[in-house]
C-alpha cells in the first residue's frame, strides 16, 4: 500500500518540522489540498505555500485541487513543483482536453470523483488516466467521517481498469484510518491519503507504516 499524508492536518505554524518528518517517513507522496471557497465551501492554501513545500520535500507533491476551472492553473502548479494534478471530474466541462494539457506539462493526470458521482462518468477517459481519486468523504474538511459507500466504489473503479486496461492507480481520500485502511485494501485501493489520522497520532511517522502494512 501507498500512503499520501494529507498537509492539511499539519501544524502551519510548524510546516518546515512537518515536512522533514515526511521526508524521513516511508510516506511516498504528500498530498496537498487546495480550497477556493468555491467548489468547496473552505479556503486553504495556494501556490506561495506549495512553492515553499515543494522546495523543502524530497517526496513527490500529490495536488488534490478543489477549485473551479483547474484548468486555468496547470502551468503554474507544474512551475511550483507538483508531481500529480488531481482535478475534480464536477469542476471540468472539457475534462478530455484538461487532461491532455496537464501531461503535456509533464504532470501526472489524475481526477477526483465526489461521493455523489459515479464511477462510470470516467469510463471515456479511464485509458489516459495516471490515477483516480475517489473521495470518501465531500471534500471540504479534514476529520471527517468515512463514507461507506466507497468500499463498493473502489471495487467498481477496480473493474473498470481491469476491463479497460488502464494502467491507472486508486487513490482514496477522506476518513481513512486503520479499520476504513484495512476494507480500503481489500477493495483494491493503491494509495491512501489520510490527514489527521496521521498528524492527531502519536507517532506521524508510525502511523504511516501502519497504513502502508495493510
Ligand atoms: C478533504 C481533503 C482531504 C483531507 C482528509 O477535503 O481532500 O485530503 O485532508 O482528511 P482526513 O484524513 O482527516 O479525513
Ligand atoms: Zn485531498
Known amino acids: 500500500m501507498l500512503v499520501s499524508p494529507s498537509l492539511l492536518a499539519a501544524d502551519f505554524g510548524n510546516l518546515d518540522r512537518e515536512i522533514d518528518m515526511l521526508n524521513q517517513s ?40 478543489m477549485i473551479v476551472h483547474p484548468e486555468n492553473y496547470i502551468g503554474r502548479l507544474r512551475d511550483v513543483g507538483a508531481t500529480i494534478m488531481n482535478v475534480h471530474q464536477e469542476a471540468c466541462i472539457h475534462l478530455d482536453r ?10 501526472k493526470a489524475a481526477v477526483t470523483l465526489n461521493p455523489s458521482t ?10 489516459e488516466l495516471d490515477m483516480v481519486l475517489l473521495m470518501s468523504v465531500n471534500p471540504g474538511f479534514g476529520g471527517q467521517k468515512f463514507i461507506n459507500n ?65
Not at 159 to 182: F, P
Request: hydrophobic share 45%; net charge negative; charged share 20%.
Open 26 to 65: 516511508n510516506a511516498d507522496l504528500i498530498h496537498l489540498d487546495v480550497m477556493d471557497g468555491v467548489f468547496v465551501p473552505n479556503i486553504s492554501f495556494g501556490f506561495p505555500v506549495i512553492e515553499a513545500i515543494s522546495k523543502r520535500a524530497t517526496k513527490p507533491l500529490d495536488v488534490h485541487l
Open 98 to 107: 484538461t487532461i491532455h494539457a496537464i501531461k503535456d506539462a509533464g504532470m
Open 118 to 127: 459515479p464511477v462510470m462518468m470516467l469510463e471515456d477517459v479511464i485509458t
Open 150 to 214: 466507497a468500499i463498493e466504489k473502489t471495487r467498481r473503479l477496480k473493474e473498470l481498469i481491469a476491463r479497460t486496461g488502464s494502467k491507472a492507480q486508486i487513490e482514496i481520500d477522506g476518513g481513512v484510518n486503520d479499520v476504513t485502511g484495512r476494507s480500503l485494501a481489500h477493495a483494491g485501493a493503491d494509495i491512501l491519503v489520510a490527514g489527521s489520522y496521521i498528524f492527531n497520532s502519536q507517532d506521524p511517522s508510525a502511523t504511516i507504516d501502519l497504513l502502508k502494512s495493510l
